[in-house]
Nanobody, 130 residues
Framework: EVQLVESGGGSVQAGGSLRLSCTAS????????MGWYRQAPGNSCELVSA???????????YYADSVKGRFTISVDNAKNTLYLQMNSLKPEDTAVYYC????????????????????WGQGTQVTVSS
């Protein structure tokens, strides 16, 4: 059974930091394109960051403009874990964060569609207060 288990969410004041973790099992982690989405009530699910094999610049990473310079995506293949380090958090970062994995390589534009990812974590709440 494929599972993505998230942890690390919580409540923090503006300017604080959190690190989200996503531990995977049941599929070949090393060969998967993965990313982080977030969704606030009433808003659509937006791509925050991704590691995509078809991206040839910036170490194969993508960051939304709203988080660039503040968030860092990384992987630990030995632990089958994807991370999202979030620094200088802002109230507008408040959302449920989901990790996601694709079963096949995806293109740059495909990463913006949740339908491109077959496996999803359960979501973890991040709340940033001012």
């Amino acid at each position: 059974e494929v599972q993505l288990v998230e942890s690390g969410g919580g409540s923090v004041q503006a300017g604080g930091s959190l690190r989200l973790s996503c531990t995977a099992s049941g599929f070949t982690f090393d060969d998967s394109d993965m990313g982080w989405y977030r969704q606030a009530p009433g808003n659509s699910c937006e791509l925050v960051s991704a590691k995509v094999s078809t991206i040839t610049s910036d170490g194969g990473t993508y960051y939304a403009d709203s988080v660039k310079g503040r968030f860092t995506i990384s992987v630990d293949n030995a632990k089958n874990t994807l991370y999202l380090q979030m620094n200088s958090l802002k109230p507008e970062d408040t959302a449920v964060y989901y990790c996601a994995a694709a079963s096949a390589p995806i293109g740059y534009y495909q990463a913006f569609s949740p339908r491109s990812f077959q496996y999803w974590g359960q979501g973890t709440q991040v709340t940033v207060s001012s």
